[in-house]
């Protein structure tokens, strides 16, 4: 084992490290068409907008203007408060709001699973988006889809 004093500053990643800059490439979403299930619908599919974790340094208020720009309606987030503050984005769901977005935070821990309740709940949720007609993104967690 190295001492600590022998490690180097490429060896250490943490997101408590500020970057020069966040990264200015638009969030990328991709559409999964519902057409399997004779929905005429598509759901977007994205990263953690604004997450600022190892490489990982995106900018939230440039992310969430782009979803704006979109014109995502509602957005189903599954990250809890905790990991929500982890990836520097601890008022995510306040800029959803302060855009317009409508946010269904339905929190589950990483690695874990929903109830069944919580399940139905979220399906519940995710069908009357899009019976009316809303523009949904799910969030994926912490750039998963980067």
């Not at 180097?8 to 519902?34: A, N, Y």
């Not at 994205?46 to 309606?73: H, M, V, W």
């Not at 929903?114 to 399906?123: F, G, L, N, R, W």
């Amino acid at each position: 084992m190295k001492p600590p004093s022998s490690i180097q500053p490429s060896e250490f990643d943490s997101s408590d490290e500020e970057p020069v800059e966040d990264e200015q490439t638009p969030i990328q979403i991709s559409w999964l068409p519902l057409s399997r299930v004779n929905c005429s619908q598509f759901l977007g599919l994205c990263a953690l907008p604004g997450c600022k974790f190892k490489d990982i340094r995106r900018n939230i208020q440039k992310d969430t203007e782009e979803l704006k720009s979109y014109g995502i309606q509602d957005i189903f987030v599954f990250c809890t408060r905790g990991e929500l503050s982890k990836y520097r984005v601890p008022n995510l769901l306040d800029f959803y709001q302060q855009y317009g977005i409508t946010t269904h935070h339905h929190p589950i821990p990483d690695g874990g699973t929903p109830d069944i309740a919580s399940c139905c709940e979220i399906v519940e949720e995710l069908a009357i988006c899009l019976k009316n007609n809303r523009k949904t993104l799910i969030q994926a967690f912490k750039g998963v889809l980067q």
